[in-house]
């Protein structure tokens, strides 16, 4: 007779970064990399747009309230699933970011298209161009990891 092992619920996943904790502090550090000279409204709108697309809720909690710190306006939260259609609510700068972060996001769609890339070297600097990526990039990462271990949003 063959037994059946129970799935493990979500609340039996691991704390990856109780675990591996050289995780959590490398991850940390491309973090803080890759935000030095972003606007941090922008770096916010790259790090919500990315987890959204991703489904992760722990880092979309996270980064609309950081947001919200930082000043940003309910309206332009509601918006960023929605931003090309927002007409000028964001700037082309913004724009240019949050087109990349989803093409860098979806990859499965193919590779970031020369339109795509272009539009946003045509508004950054290629420092400013490099950690934009970098910041997508390692947003991405976050998601992928809290996404795997299904770490919840703390309750409010």
Known sequence: MTQTLEHPTAIDRLSIYKVSPELYDAMMKLSNASAKDVDPTIGELIKIRASQINHCAFCLDMHVADARKHGETEQRLALIAAWEEAGDLFSARE??????????????????????YFRAAEVFSEKELAQVIAMAVTINTWNRFNVATRMKAPRR
Do not use: Q
């Not at 996001?105 to 795509?116: A, F, K, P």
């Open 95 to 116: 724009r240019a970011a949050l087109e990349l972060t989803e093409a860098i996001t979806e990859l499965h769609h193919g590779h970031v298209s020369d339109d795509v």
